[in-house]
């Protein structure tokens, strides 16, 4: 499956963002997506992640009760719904998925997007 992520930009502290990971050339809807981030000299670290059929989702603490993760298999595409963004939320962010992987260890995510920039300015 291909991804491509999209959706990022320059916004406000206390804005909202909402990223879009579109999928292309296999069945979507039988793959878990997981959403994460590198910032400027940081490792990537996980922010999120759904299951094949929305119905589970899971956050890193550092964006829960900010961010929300969704998406419509008939479109194909995943969302990740950014609210109250803060200046350490400023990263690159990637869209990864796995047919039979659910967790959150980027390295277990077999196909990934290009990324996003997402700049949050204080």
């Known amino acids: 499956v291909q991804l491509q992520a999209s959706g990022g930009g320059l916004v406000q502290a206390g804005g909202s963002l909402t990223l879009s990971c579109a999928a292309s050339?296999?069945?979507?809807?039988?793959?878990?997506v997981a959403w994460f981030r590198q910032g400027p000299g940081d490792e990537r670290e996980f922010v999120a992640k759904i299951n094949w059929s929305g119905g589970s989702t899971a956050y890193a603490d550092s964006v829960k009760g900010r961010f929300t993760a969704t998406r419509d298999n008939a479109k194909n595409t995943a969302y990740l719904q950014m609210n109250s963004l803060k200046s350490e939320d400023t990263a690159v962010y990637y869209c990864?998925?796995?047919?039979?992987?659910?967790?959150?260890?980027?390295?277990?995510?077999?196909?990934w997007g290009q990324g996003t920039q997402v700049t949050v300015s204080s």
């Open positions: 990864a998925a796995d047919p039979s992987y659910y967790g959150t260890l980027g390295s277990s995510y077999k196909y």
């Open positions: 050339g296999r069945t979507f809807s039988n793959y878990a």
